[in-house]
């Protein structure tokens, strides 16, 4: 199972990112794929998941600002990310719920927003 993310970068408060995790090595229809992030000394938080029945959840902090889509052909998740503010700043890690098989993590991507 590979999970490689990518899009991270340097914003300004109010400015758009968008994230990609490409991922290999399992169904991707199959499970409940999603973006964790994390900052330096606190637990890795979820941002947004989408379940294998297309059903999608956000953290309320980012409701109405980020948009999870998962891309079945190409076997992408992307993490569309606006109105970004100072609080976002973390490393944004993809996730996939493999069931019996576990959590698989991708290695993480920083966002920083500037104020």
């Known amino acids: 199972v590979q999970l490689q993310a990518s899009g991270g970068g340097l914003v300004q408060a109010g400015g758009s990112l968008r994230l990609s995790c490409a991922a290999s090595?399992?169904?991707?229809?199959?499970?409940?794929i999603g973006w964790f992030r994390q900052v330096p000394g606190k637990l890795r938080d979820m941002v947004a998941i989408?379940?294998?029945?297309?059903?999608?959840n956000y953290a309320d902090s980012v409701k109405g600002r980020f948009t999870i889509s998962r891309d079945s052909a190409k076997n992408t998740l992307d993490l569309q990310m606006n109105s970004l503010k100072p609080e976002d700043t973390a490393s944004y890690y993809c996730?996939?719920?493999?069931?019996?098989?576990?959590?698989?993590w991708g290695q993480g991507t920083q966002v920083t927003v500037s104020s």
């Open positions: 989408s379940t294998s029945s297309g059903t999608t």
């Open positions: 996730y996939a719920w493999l069931g019996l098989q576990g959590a698989s």
């Open positions: 090595g399992f169904i991707f229809d199959d499970y409940a």
